[in-house]
Structures are given as C-alpha cells and as structure tokens.
C-alpha cells in the first residue's frame, strides 16, 4: 500500500487543483455518478467515501445536506480537502487512514463510495480486504458505489509506464465486468456491475495529446461535453470501453460472516 500512496503523493504534486470546478464538473461530466448519489442519499445520511482524493463528491454531498467522512492514505491531500471544508462549514471530516483497515466502527455508515481507487491495489488481496471493511462498516438497507474503468485503461497504462520506464501513467490492475461483480459480492449477494460512461478513456487519451499541443481548456472541456453525450452504443464495446460500476445494496437482513 506505500506504493498506491507515493503514486497518488505524486500524481497530486503535478496536478493543478481547482474545486470549485470539479465540484461544479460533477453534474456535466459525471451524471451516472451524481444520479446515483442524488438517488441514493439523504441529509440524514452518513456516507463515507473510501479513497477521496480531493473530497469532490463529499463536497457535493455536503451541499445537498448529507454529512460525509472523507478517507484517503495521502496526508498532503486530506489537509488541503480538511481545509476547504473548515473554511466552507461543510459537514464532513477526513482523515488519514487506509480502506483496507477503516476507523470507524461496524455498521456505522449509510453509505460507502470509491471511485477510482481500488484499481491501483497491486494484489486482489489487497481489494478484497477492501471490501470486507465495507462490509463492516456499511448498516444494514445502505448503499455502495465503487468505480474503477474497464480493461483498456489498465492495459493502456501498463504500456505507458512499459515505454516509459515508470516515469508516465500510474498502475491499474484490470478486472473484467464479471470478475469485478463476483468481488462485490464480499460486500452483499445484492450486487450488480454495469458499464457506463463508453467514451470517455478515448476522450482522456485526445486529452492529454491536444494539451500538450497546446489547446486550451475551453476548447478540450468542449469534446469532453460531446464524448459524455455519446450514444453508449455498440454494446460489445463495453468488454473494453467505460467504467465499471459496482452497485451494491446490504439487505436490513444481512448477516454478519
């Protein structure tokens, strides 16, 4: 886990952070994300997300009246969300921790989120750790959503740091759709996996080669507008394209194994 956490040290080192933007991003580039959480949550909720990065979706969350505890292994990052959120009077709390071994106590939290995280765990067991906290942590009738993208990304990103000799691109471990699901099933027997948002690995890597020519944000958030408006069509396209998403429901029946 050192690794994941000097990775993402990194990766947030050369990034250009501006939350006022993500947050306001969330409903135009990422309506499956936000549709879920709208759906899901309420302001008497507690939601924890696994792996917050920057606190984007806590904040969110915040600003629709539901109280979130922010989780992530990089100490840099937490201190600058906890900042945003002291100076704003949001209602959420982050702290320093790993989500294989969560701080807080069973059946604690309304609701459980990851997005993007658990892909960059060198070993299924490290995954699998993962989720079995979630399990723990997560009452009876919550809610989880955990994200990571289909096998393109991870196979494209083993290429760049191949080429590159570990000095482009992050590492991913690939998980199919299938694959992905019977993981989930650590957390609850009610869970399923589905493929959205088609495009938008192909739309990441024009990105990256139109701002290092020198386009500008407007024009590149622009294609980015028309790749998320793409019809999610052919399916076979979704064995490789998209993210995939993991819903996962904890029946008030569940039983503790």
Same mark, same amino acid.
């Given at each position: 886990?050192?690794?994941?956490?000097?990775?993402?040290?990194?990766?947030?080192?050369?990034?250009?952070?501006?939350?006022?933007?993500?947050?306001?991003?969330?409903?135009?580039?990422?309506?499956?994300?936000?549709?879920?959480?709208?759906?899901?949550?309420?302001?008497?909720?507690?939601?924890?997300?696994?792996?917050?990065?920057?606190?984007?979706?806590?904040?969110?969350?915040?600003?629709?009246?539901?109280?979130?505890?922010?989780?992530?292994?990089?100490?840099?990052?937490?201190?600058?969300?906890?900042?945003?959120?002291?100076? !704003?009077?949001?209602?959420?709390?982050?702290?320093?921790?790993?989500?294989?071994?969560?701080?807080?106590?069973?059946?604690?939290?309304?609701?459980?989120?990851?997005?993007?995280?658990?892909?960059?765990?060198?070993?299924?067991?490290?995954?699998?750790?993962?989720?079995?906290?979630?399990?723990?942590?997560?009452? !009876?009738?919550?809610?989880?959503?955990?994200?990571?993208?289909?096998?393109?990304?991870?196979?494209?990103?083993?290429?760049?740091?191949?080429?590159?000799?570990?000095?482009?691109?992050?590492?991913?471990?690939?998980?199919?759709?299938?694959?992905?699901?019977?993981?989930?099933?650590?957390?609850?027997?009610?869970?399923?996996?589905?493929?959205?948002?088609?495009?938008?690995?192909?739309?990441?890597?024009?990105?990256?080669?139109?701002?290092?020519?020198?386009?500008?944000?407007?024009?590149?958030?622009?294609?980015?507008?028309?790749?998320?408006?793409?019809?999610?069509?052919?399916?076979?396209?979704?064995?490789?394209?998209?993210?995939?998403?993991?819903?996962?429901?904890?029946?008030?029946?569940?039983?503790?194994?």
């Amino acid at each position: 886990m050192e690794k994941v956490r000097s990775d993402w040290a990194s990766a947030y080192k050369r990034a250009k952070i501006d939350l006022e933007r993500e947050l306001y991003d969330i409903e135009i580039f990422e309506r499956n994300v936000a549709k879920f959480l709208s759906e899901s949550f309420k302001a008497d909720h507690l939601v924890l997300e696994a792996g917050c990065g920057t606190g984007r979706f806590c904040f969110w969350l915040n600003r629709k009246g539901v109280s979130c505890i922010g989780i992530d292994i990089v100490p840099e990052i937490v201190k600058k969300a906890a900042f945003y959120a002291k100076e !704003r009077g949001l209602p959420t709390q982050f702290i320093v921790a790993d989500v294989c071994n969560l701080p807080l106590r069973d059946e604690s939290i309304d609701g459980y989120i990851s997005l993007g995280v658990v892909e960059h765990f060198r070993s299924t067991a490290e995954v699998i750790k993962a989720f079995k906290e979630c399990r723990r942590v997560l009452k !009876r009738g919550g809610r989880a959503l955990i994200i990571i993208p289909n096998v393109l990304v991870p196979l494209r990103n083993r290429l760049l740091l191949y080429i590159s000799r570990g000095r482009i691109g992050m590492f991913h471990k690939a998980y199919t759709k299938t694959t992905f699901r019977q993981l989930g099933r650590i957390i609850t027997p009610d869970v399923k996996a589905e493929v959205f948002d088609l495009w938008l690995p192909i739309y990441n890597l024009f990105d990256g080669v139109l701002k290092r020519l020198g386009v500008g944000e407007k024009h590149r958030r622009r294609l980015r507008f028309a790749f998320t408006r793409l019809p999610e069509k052919p399916s076979f396209l979704k064995y490789f394209l998209g993210y995939i998403y993991l819903f996962a429901n904890k029946s008030p029946l569940h039983l503790k194994y």
